[in-house]
């Protein structure tokens, strides 16, 4: 009968959220203010002859001032991209094309995207030199190894903000000071970091920064890209040639809708991140302690600090990861530590990077906390996990434990 139950419980809707590092919903009220934008106020804005085109440059204005005030610039220094992953293309390809009468040498870090990595690569088999930078057994880059990688013939410095597997976050701002100091251009993936912790391209010391709109609660297919306009002034070639949009950076018909949902996404990332990554961090905590208390063997990869509030990463001992994906696949969205690299069981180059043992890397499971997530579903998650784990585990009596002592 109603009213009976004497420990009323509030229920979770299933399946449960709980991927945000690949993607995140769109925010109702930035959805709300792209509408329009689709519709009545259609117009190019590029067009300048008539008030339709009007309309929409001054709605990209807007966005780009939002833009820019999140992340400490000036309004003239973003520029529209399709996402992240244009905007590490156009920064990195765009300098070493700018630079090349000044050198071939570039310095990354061994942890960062597929979309840094990948240019990097590309750029080897043209005849560049790439230093890729270790980073300890808690996933951090050592400023003092910045240095010590840099010659007279080093023109860029690639190192990601916070990171997407493990969401350990760089000391950028250490970075940034020495590139300065030794004039090399200093370039940041912030896709995972951008309205999620503060950061300021003047304080930070950074030349060029990627930022990505579906990772903050705005519409796929947007991005921007700061580009330093003074002190110093950072030259890039364009990828993309045409109309000359954007200041002959980003050629193409500007996506009036995404932009507008870029601007206002970052504005409310931003306005609501103290608060936000307090709630978050303390469900991380609590979903990592439920899981531990009830769990032997399990093991955190990359240092709890400095970390994004959202992320936590765990490896299970002698089980896959994939393995308790499948388990809990109806109820919860997560993903594992060999997720990135898609179809290949190949454990993620960043657990490597950190040194975790490709047993334990396997075994690996990455947590995405979100805006939508309640405490209820972090109590769910946490006896989804440990029972499936546990599961698991009986089947396979002689698993590998964890070592105690280390780090
Ligand atoms: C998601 C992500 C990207 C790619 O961003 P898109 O906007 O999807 O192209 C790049 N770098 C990092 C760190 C990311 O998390």
Redo the contacts with the bound molecule.
């Keep these: 009968m109603e009213g009976r139950d004497q420990t009323p419980r509030r229920t979770v809707d299933l399946p449960i959220y709980m991927d945000h ?1 690949a993607t995140t919903p769109v925010d109702p009220r930035v959805m709300a203010a792209m509408l329009p934008f689709f519709t009545e106020i259609f117009g190019n804005a590029a067009s300048v002859t008539h008030v339709f085109g009007w309309r929409a440059e001054a709605a990209v204005e807007t966005a780009r001032r939002e833009v820019a005030t999140a992340i400490g610039a000036e309004p003239r220094e973003i520029v529209f991209t399709s ?4 905007s ?1 293309n156009l920064a990195i390809k765009g300098v070493v094309a700018a630079c090349a009468d000044k050198g071939n040498h570039i310095v990354i870090s061994a942890i960062e ?1 597929r ?1 840094v990595l990948d240019c990097a690569r590309r750029l080897e088999r043209e005849g560049f030199r790439v230093t890729y930078l270790p980073v300890d057994w808690g996933g951090l880059v050592d400023p003092v190894d910045v240095r010590r990688a840099i010659t007279d013939q080093t023109i860029l410095i690639s190192i ?1 903000t916070a990171n ?1 597997e493990i969401g350990t976050v760089q000391p950028i701002r250490a970075i940034g000071q020495i590139a300065r100091e030794q004039g090399v251009v200093f370039h940041t ?1 912030a ?2 970091a951008h309205g999620r912790i503060p950061i300021n391209v003047e304080d930070d010391n950074v030349d060029l920064l ?1 930022i ?1 709109a ?2 903050i609660y705005g519409p796929k297919g947007v ?1 921007a890209l700061y580009v330093r306009q003074r002190r110093p002034r950072i030259r890039l070639v364009p990828l993309i040639d045409g109309g000359g949009h954007e200041r002959g950076l980003r050629s193409g018909t500007l996506p009036v809708p995404l932009i507008v949902g870029l601007g206002l996404a970052l504005e409310i990332a931003s306005s609501e991140m103290t608060a936000e990554s307090q709630r978050l961090a303390a469900l991380r905590d609590r979903l990592m302690h439920r899981i531990m208390e009830n769990l032997e063997d399990v093991k955190v990869n990359g240092a709890l600090s400095p970390r994004l509030p959202n992320n936590l990463n765990l490896s299970f001992a002698g089980i896959d990861g994939e393995a308790v994906l499948m388990g809990v696949k109806d109820d919860v969205a997560l993903s594992s530590g060999s997720a990135c690299t898609s179809a290949e069981v190949e454990p993620s180059h960043v657990l490597k990077a950190i040194g975790v043992p490709d047993g334990l890397a396997r075994g690996s499971i990455r947590f995405g906390l979100g805006r939508s997530n309640t405490i209820e579903e972090i109590d769910y998650v946490a006896e989804r996990i440990v029972a499936t784990v546990t599961n698991l585990r009986r089947l396979t009596p002689h698993r590998p434990r964890i070592a105690t002592a280390g780090p």
């Design positions: 590092h996402g992240a992953t244009e590490d995207h979309a990601m997407n993936d896709a995972q990627s990505s579906h990772k991005g």
